[in-house]
T-cell receptor, first 114, second 116 residues
Framework: AQTVTQSQPEMSVQEAETVTLSCTYDTSESNYYLFWYKQPPSRQMILVIRQEAYKQQNATENRFSVNFQKAAKSFSLKISDSQLGDTAMYFCAFLNNAGNMLTFGGGTRLMVKP | EPEVTQTPSHQVTQMGQEVILRCVPISNHLYFYWYRQILGQKVEFLVSFYNNEISEKSEIFDDQFSVERPDGSNFTLKIRSTKLEDSAMYFC??????????????FGQGTRLTVV
């Protein structure tokens, strides 16, 4: 079974600054997919960024980028130029190679301060 | 833009009653999922469904839970005899399947289930 750990329950950052959210996971699979989801107060789950394990290049989506370290089983999310609208819960998630089970970490509550 | 829709948005039910949560996945998607999130806790996988059968399920998904795709568009989660601890937000999700770009799970807005 897979486990996903987010060691930072809460973080805060000043508007326009950069923040990094940590995620580690444990699996015996060699290929899989990793995601960061954002959950604003509305509780909708919104995909932020995805990474395929066999790709060495780190994924980037506008202000969001990841640092994927496969050997260390680490998948951190960097948010640059933080905006007030980035305030939300952020969940790291692992999708197995079969694509039939998405396992979430415990979440990090991010507060962006003006 | 296509989206996953869930009804109702909020359901209040008496303990011991049966409840059915409904979802309409995105039309060309092949994989369907149910997750739950107890308030303040992590999102937990319940079950995945593919090709009209359960593909994977967690230990949470016991005999009181069942899923069905009755008409090719709806995807339902039934809880036969609700308990207080079933109170949670239930999320439906769907994805096109495996492979680059098709593994992303799109989530519905959730159904808040309150068992009293």
């Amino acid at each position: 079974a897979q486990t996903v750990t987010q060691s930072q329950p809460e973080m805060s950052v000043q508007e326009a600054e950069t923040v990094t959210l940590s995620c580690t996971y444990d699996t015996s699979e060699s290929n899989y997919y990793l995601f960061w989801y954002k959950q604003p107060p509305s509780r909708q789950m919104i995909l932020v960024i995805r990474q395929e394990a066999y790709k060495q290049q780190n994924a980037t989506e506008n202000r969001f980028s990841v640092n994927f370290q496969k050997a260390a089983k680490s998948f951190s999310l960097k948010i640059s130029d933080s905006q007030l609208g980035d305030t939300a819960m952020y969940f790291c998630a692992f999708l197995n190679n079969a694509g039939n089970m998405l396992t979430f970490g415990g979440g990090t509550r991010l507060m962006v301060k003006p | 833009e296509p989206e996953v829709t869930q009804t109702p948005s909020h359901q209040v039910t008496q303990m011991g009653q049966e409840v059915i949560l409904r979802c309409v996945p995105i039309s060309n998607h092949l994989y369907f999922y149910w997750y739950r999130q107890i308030l303040g806790q992590k999102v937990e996988f319940l079950v995945s469904f593919y090709n009209n059968e359960i593909s994977e399920k967690s230990e949470i998904f016991d005999d009181q839970f069942s899923v069905e795709r009755p008409d090719g568009s709806n995807f339902t989660l039934k809880i036969r005899s609700t308990k207080l601890e079933d109170s949670a937000m239930y999320f439906c999700a769907s994805s096109r399947g495996q492979g680059l770009g098709s593994t992303e799970a799109f989530f519905g807005q959730g159904t808040r289930l309150t068992v009293v």
